[in-house]
């Protein structure tokens, strides 16, 4: 805990607040994560081998999501093979303890292992690391677990908990569950008629063998999950002295089924403080997605509860950080998007000025900083489309951030920029500017083209959350990956927030 806060206190001074050599601009070194990538051509979306396996999302948002079905399933034989009732998972977790959080990790390229390192350094003595979405890109099988799950965190030293986003139920939830939950494969079950049916992608057979060897670079007893601490299925409630932690399976579309809801709604009234895990951000972009409930109602619905006592709800699927301090009553619950452990970089500078929920401006933070996200994203396409005049500086791109949204640069220009009808086009076409005709580029650019974006060279803009529990307060940072060198060894603070237990 000491030496995190140290950590914490250098990395303010290091971070993308703080410079432009703090984001990453001046990587003159490569950081060491280089070393661990696989030697394998790297994971790319722009294969359409892909996209067409990720096609189940489009099936289930056309024809309905089957997973609520499949879900009902895996739980049952979980209880039939002897999982906790309730749910719980019991480490022996005292009054206080560390623990870390990322999310939408798999891609198994640069984007991902340039994590790691920062994450080994900050995450040391910490007592789990919980996964929150999309443990394996692009569909989750369990053939690819090895260099996407155990291979990266071999040297984590201690168990890893998750909860699946959507690309992990494009494989049934299949591979997930065998490597989580060591449960066997479920006999094959329809997909539904029609068109859905025909199309479906069904889960692929897990080799055994193969599975057998990726385990043993997770071997340790340290490592291992057993007893009342095993997960005990795709949603779950880790008890501690002073916190739970409850993590809930929001399938493919983001809604919960009748049996987890009621579930959920039950270990909600343990007396306890808690946060919420879920595999869908309640507050994203500036906007509002509570995920409904089957038999009524929204996830939100039982945060805001004052009786449940719920003090933060983190979600992974938005590659990105965002923090939304909402006022509910008299207390104030933190809203996170932690998507950002390794996949693409979803754009932050498409995120309008924030006013959600009573939300200022000023009280919202994310990472990337919105001017650091237009600038790489503007070198970027102006690489790809051979169009120097579409890059912007980091400079300038944060000046025409903070000219949009009307607020103070977060970091401060070390000498006068000018906006130029030039820098104000390329920010349109980039999705940061308004178009005469008021085309909602910002919104199409968040849903294809930062997906199309997906690079393989510092600065990443990744980062992770590092949390820190005790009676009286849990401490909740996050910390920057940008594939540098220098912040591999001092990974910067990009946000802290103390937040009351009591």
Not at 47 to 65: H, V, Y
Not at 256 to 283: M, N
């Amino acid at each position: 805990m000491v030496m995190v806060e140290a950590a914490a206190e250098r990395g303010k001074q290091l971070s993308s607040r703080v410079s432009e050599e703090g984001a990453g601009w001046a990587c003159s070194r490569i950081g060491t994560f280089d070393r661990l990538r696989p030697k394998r051509k790297g994971f790319t979306w722009l294969d359409p081998r892909t996209l067409w396996r990720s096609r189940n999302e489009i099936l289930a948002g056309l024809f309905g999501d089957p997973s609520p079905e499949v879900r009902e399933r895996w739980v049952t034989g979980r209880l039939d093979q002897g999982a906790d009732p309730g749910f719980r998972v019991r480490p022996g977790l005292g009054a206080a303890f560390d623990f870390i959080l990322l999310g939408d990790t798999g891609e198994g390229d640069a984007s991902q292992y340039a994590v790691v390192p920062g994450l080994l350094r900050i995450g040391q003595g910490t007592s789990f690391a919980v996964v929150a979405s999309d443990v394996i890109y692009p569909a989750g099988s369990g053939n690819e677990y090895r260099d996407k799950f155990f291979r990266p965190y071999q040297d984590y030293d201690a168990p890893i908990y998750a909860i699946p986003g959507n690309h992990d139920w494009y494989d049934g939830l299949g591979g997930f569950m065998r490597v989580f939950c060591d449960a066997p494969p479920l006999k094959p079950g329809p997909a539904g008629g029609g068109l859905r049916g025909l199309l479906w992608r069904r889960p692929e057979t897990i080799d055994e063998s193969r599975l057998a060897e990726a385990r043993k670079l997770r071997s340790r007893p340290s490592q291992q999950a057993a007893g009342p601490a095993a997960q005990p299925g795709p949603y779950w409630a880790i008890e501690s002295e002073s916190l739970l932690v409850v993590g809930v399976d929001t399938g493919i579309s983001g809604a919960i089924d009748r049996r987890q809801a009621a579930w959920l709604r039950e270990v909600s009234l343990d007396p306890r403080p808690k946060i919420l895990v879920t595999g869908k951000p309640i507050y994203t972009r500036n906007e509002y997605k509570p995920s409904p409930l089957e038999d009524g109602g929204t996830i939100d619905d039982i945060v805001r509860d004052p009786r449940h006592r719920y003090v933060a709800a983190i979600g992974g699927d938005v590659h990105n950080y965002q923090r939304y301090p909402v006022r509910v009553g008299d207390r104030v619950i933190q809203y996170v998007v932690s998507g950002g452990g390794g996949a693409f970089m979803h754009a932050t500078h498409t995120i309008g000025r924030v006013d959600v929920a009573g939300v200022h401006e000023d009280d919202f933070k994310c990472y990337p900083l919105r001017g650091d996200s237009l600038s790489f994203y503007s070198q970027l396409y102006a690489r790809r489309l051979r169009m120097k005049w579409l890059y912007l500086t980091p400079a300038e791109a944060a000046c025409v951030m903070s000219e949009r949204i009307g607020n103070t640069p977060v970091r401060p220009i070390e000498s006068p920029v000018r906006i130029t009808p030039r820098v104000k086009w390329a920010a349109r076409l980039l999705g940061s500017w308004p178009w005469p005709l008021r085309l909602p580029v910002g919104r199409v650019f968040h849903r294809y083209l930062s997906e199309l974006s997906d690079w393989d060279t510092p600065p990443f803009f990744k980062q992770f959350l590092h949390m820190s529990v005790t009676p009286d307060a849990l401490t909740l940072r996050c910390f920057a990956a940008t594939g540098c060198l220098d912040q591999e060894l001092e990974p910067p603070l990009e946000d802290e927030v103390r937040i009351a237990l009591s």
